[in-house]
């Protein structure tokens, strides 16, 4: 095994409180810092206040994830007089982004588990059921009661379907036995693929890391959890028993080009981890403990002693079944919004933010974030008679983690132009102030973006 260098670290891991982060953890109690972190981002793309326009419009905004909240919110202080329903059945929110540290170990998972009734705004009607369909050549939802719900102006923020049973012999009832894991699913999941990785690391043996292919959201959690994981071993001293691969069901392993040579260069050899190119994987045996990948050479089955499956994932079959989803094959299924305006295409009293949408950069909080001001402002443009003029530049962020105290904060836009936020550090360099964000910083901002605060 080759001795770790992933990338010159700033600071050790395990450094105390040092100046350096004093001050930055001072500057984030000022907000100064949250505004330019990729949550707080979306803030400066659309700076413009908004004044509350007189309204008497029906909006339905189905979906209170994310992205559905934080429209809710922005909507209920830039209209005055709107009927604004949200339809979910959840009643619980959770902090999707700190999946990746309850299943590493850093976190409980009571501790991104929360309630929508505490950030739903007052005045807003919540139906707690379902859409099972969608209607919009006559301006109609149905639940899954078959209640029918009527809108002048609709907002799609469902999120996506993690489609589990696209593995064969895949269950999410699984994660956490027979050695499999999965950031994707839920808290409890999380807290179980923890309890995975962690017997993993004590025992040692093959581990296999997969990806699905396509949009998937948080493009970063495969590899963040693939490092982690090593990093865990390697924390409990028994990184020399472990075998570690992880499989890409195409030629590349980040969507930013750059970003993508440079992991090609450091994650294999750095972390001694085998990355296996063009494997799709589709079966699992979970009583053999052995994984099945479909490769252009054939079928290829493996045995494991820990797996992370990341299963594909898809728009909510109640969009992808409707008028309302892309016909376009780089974005089939998904919701068919302008990528700028995130105003629907072919209905223009429809628009939709967060993971459902069909754009080619996004399904991260923190593009929910930059997205979200977009759509509310140009609804509310629509409503008054004026140009919408607010853009959405694409704008996603990954925090990608590398070991416990240390990660790499890439961001970048529609060009795939990076777009870092802190000019102090470079994203080739690992660095304790990405661990910071994810681990001090981020909630804090989510929550502010949920109450339309930023
Ligand atoms: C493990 C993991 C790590 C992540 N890490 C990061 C990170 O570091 N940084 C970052 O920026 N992002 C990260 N993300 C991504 C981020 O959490 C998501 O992009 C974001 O939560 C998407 O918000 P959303 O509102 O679109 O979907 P969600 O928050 O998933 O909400 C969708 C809501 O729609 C509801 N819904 C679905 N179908 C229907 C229906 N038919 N009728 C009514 N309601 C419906 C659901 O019940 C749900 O409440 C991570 C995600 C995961 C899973």
Redesign the pocket.
Known sequence: MKPFRFFQPVAPADAGMQPGRRHFLALSASGAVLAAT??GAGALLTAAPVRAVNTQARIVI???????ISLASRLSSGLDGAHITL????EAHYY??G??LVATGAWNASRVVDSNSRYIPSGVTWIKE??QEFDPDNNRVYTESGRGVDYDYLLV???LKLDFDAIEGMDPGLIGSHGIGC??DNPDHAARTWQAIERFTRTGGVGLFTRAPGAI??AG?PLKITMLTEHGLRRAGNRANAELHYFQPDRSLFSQPDMDEFLKEHFPQDRGIAVNWEHRFTAIDPGRREATFATDDGERTLGYDFIHVVPPMTA?D?VRNSALASEEPAFAGWLEVDRYTMQHRRYPNVFG????VGTPIG??????KAQVPVAATNLISLIAGREMTARYNGYT???LITERGRGILVEFDYDLNMVPSFGFISPYEEHWVPWLM?DRM?HAAYNAMLRGRI
């Open positions: 990729g949550l189905v979906g209170a994830g994310a992205a559905g339809i979910d059945s959840r999707q982004p999946l990746t379902r859409i923020a469902t999120g950031v994707y959201k948080c959690a909510p109640s933010a967060g993971d459902v399904k991260t909080a923190a593009s929910v962020s990954c925090p994810k981020l």
